[in-house]
């Protein structure tokens, strides 16, 4: 066999075991909750912005879900059907928005909330009340609305580059507990970023859970510290991005790569 033959056998190989991969997660859809990261639903800001969505393109993909049979659990659902065994529905999934712009309560809260779904929100808290991003009356409001409250560090910044990760993880949860918001159990790493240090340190401050940006399924095995989180907020390919990240994800976790 020369060597273009040797190339193409192994090229052909790969198709028909990735065409496998794929049949298997039509045939046996994996268990275990996804977890959907957004961060904008802002009509003004699609066309300039990679992380926006449009109210019409958020509602199609809130759509999908519920004609997909998908059901909307918050963070705390989930642990606490780790903790205690309390059922999950049919197909859990959460969804997550990080940063907390204002078009969070203004577009998100009322499209969730009219579709009797759930999300959660990951605040940076320096960011609360400056131009474009969510009031602390709002932020109140939207955990009375079905609006889950987490921390996403007090100044967004990667936790590699923080000298003291305190400052980022203990003081954002203190500073939205004294404001009178309910207790905050839940984490998003700023861009995805986690080490051993920050792991240790959320724990020793009472997070329950954190989520990352590496896509896949969330089983009670799962690392809840580094739970899987499946980014759609990038729009460009449209309707069949979100489908193929979805697809995305479930092949990662059937592959077991990058799952935690
Ligand atoms: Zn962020």
Redesign the pocket.
């Known amino acids: 066999m020369n060597l273009k033959k040797i190339a193409l056998s192994i090229i052909l190989l790969f198709i028909i075991f990735m065409g496998g991969v794929i049949a298997s997660v039509y045939i046996y859809p994996p268990k275990g909750v996804m977890i959907f990261e957004y ?1 904008r639903v802002n009509d003004d800001t699609v066309d300039t912005d990679d992380y926006s969505l449009s109210r019409e393109q958020f509602q199609e993909q809130l759509d999908y879900f519920k004609e997909n049979n998908y059901h909307t659990v918050s963070m705390m659902d989930f642990i606490r059907a780790e903790k205690y065994g309390e059922e999950l529905p049919e197909n859990p999934i959460i969804i997550t928005f ?2 907390g712009y204002e078009d969070n309560y203004t577009n998100m809260m009322p499209m969730i909330n009219a579709m009797g779904m759930k999300a959660t929100m990951f605040m ?1 808290t320096n960011y609360i009340g400056k131009e474009n991003y969510v009031s602390w009356q709002q932020l109140k409001e939207m955990q009375d609305n079905n609006i889950e409250i987490g921390s ?1 560090t007090a100044n ?1 910044l990667p936790l590699t580059e923080v000298e003291n990760l305190d400052n980022e993880i203990k003081l954002s949860k203190l500073l939205m507990e004294w404001n009178g918001l309910k207790t905050i159990y839940f984490f ?1 790493y ?2 995805g970023v986690y080490t051993k240090e920050s792991i240790q340190c959320l724990k020793d401050n009472n997070y329950l859970a954190a989520v990352t940006g590496d896509a896949g399924y969330n089983t009670f095995k799962t690392d809840k510290y580094l739970l899987q989180r499946t980014n759609v907020s990038n729009y460009r390919f449209g309707y069949i991005g979100f489908q193929w990240r979805i697809l995305k994800t479930k092949i990662l976790y059937r592959l077991g790569i990058n799952q935690h």
């Open positions: 961060h990080d940063d940076a996403h967004h998003s700023p861009n």
